[in-house]
């Protein structure tokens, strides 16, 4: 599985920024879906996930703030994200689970700053 992520850049404080992540080369259904992110010296920690059934897993920081979506003829997930704090600044991986393991997108940067 090949996964290209797109989207995010400079954002400002109470503003918005869009990823989306398009999986690509595998034949086999997915069972989860979703993001996470990376600060500088910290770990990666999930954003959020949609399992197979289409239920939602969020981190609290980004509850009612981010939305993931996702639209399955194009393999692809999207995270909408609002109300941008400089606490979101991260690089943010997209990554898509299958019976043969986990796939991580590239890595994209956010960056909240006025």
């Known amino acids: 599985v090949q996964l290209q992520a797109s989207g995010g850049g400079l954002g400002q404080p109470g503003g918005s920024l869009s990823l989306s992540c398009r999986a690509s080369?595998?034949?086999?259904?997915?069972?989860?879906m979703g993001w996470y992110r990376q600060a500088p010296g910290k770990e990666r920690e999930l954003v959020e996930s949609?399992?197979?059934?289409?239920?939602?897993t969020y981190q609290d920081s980004v509850k009612v703030r981010f939305t993931i979506s996702r639209d399955n003829a194009k393999n692809t997930v999207y995270l909408q994200m609002n109300s941008l704090n400089p606490e979101d600044t991260a690089v943010y991986f997209c990554?898509?689970?299958?019976?043969?393991?986990?796939?991580w997108g590239q890595g994209t940067q956010i960056t909240v700053s006025s």
């Open positions: 990554y898509f689970d299958t019976v043969y393991g986990r796939a």
């Open positions: 080369g595998s034949r086999v259904s997915f069972n989860s």
């Open positions: 949609l399992n197979r059934r289409g239920s939602a």
